[in-house]
Nanobody
Framework: QVQLVESGGGLVKAEDSLRLNCAAS????????VGWFRQAPGKEREFVAT????????AYADSVLGRFTISRDNAKNTVYLQMDSLKPEDTAVYYC????????????????????WGQGTQVTVSS
């Protein structure tokens, strides 16, 4: 069992930056791949970024590529999402999710591939 807690959200202006944190507790987090997803009002949850448990592989949605960076510190049981050049369309509740992986290279973009989810943190970007 893994418990995930997101933090770092807030209200910012366009072009500002935020860093979201996903802190994990429970079993050996270093063997879990982690993804970030977001859901805006009236829209479906969408993939944002993912990182393999070894940190060797990452993947991003086209809409955030070049602006967001996912990273992890397994010693601190934490995954980060650095968000730069934020846009109003980035406004959403951001969720982190995790699943135990068999290899250090695998990444998953589909939300159905994840087993554990956090409660989410609100990010609001004003124009």
């Amino acid at each position: 069992q893994v418990q995930l807690v997101e933090s770092g959200g807030g209200l910012v202006k366009a072009e500002d930056s935020l860093r979201l944190n996903c802190a994990a507790s429970g079993r050996t987090f270093s063997r879990y791949l982690v993804g970030w997803f977001r859901q805006a009002p009236g829209k479906e949850r969408e993939f944002v970024a993912t990182i393999s448990w070894g940190g060797y592989n990452t993947a991003y949605a086209d809409s955030v590529l070049g602006r967001f960076t996912i990273s992890r510190d397994n010693a601190k049981n934490t995954v980060y999402l650095q968000m730069d050049s934020l846009k109003p369309e980035d406004t959403a509740v951001y969720y982190c999710a995790a699943v135990e992986a068999q290899t250090p290279l695998i990444v998953i973009k589909n939300s159905r591939g994840y087993r554990y989810w956090g409660q989410g943190t609100q990010v609001t970007v004003s124009s």
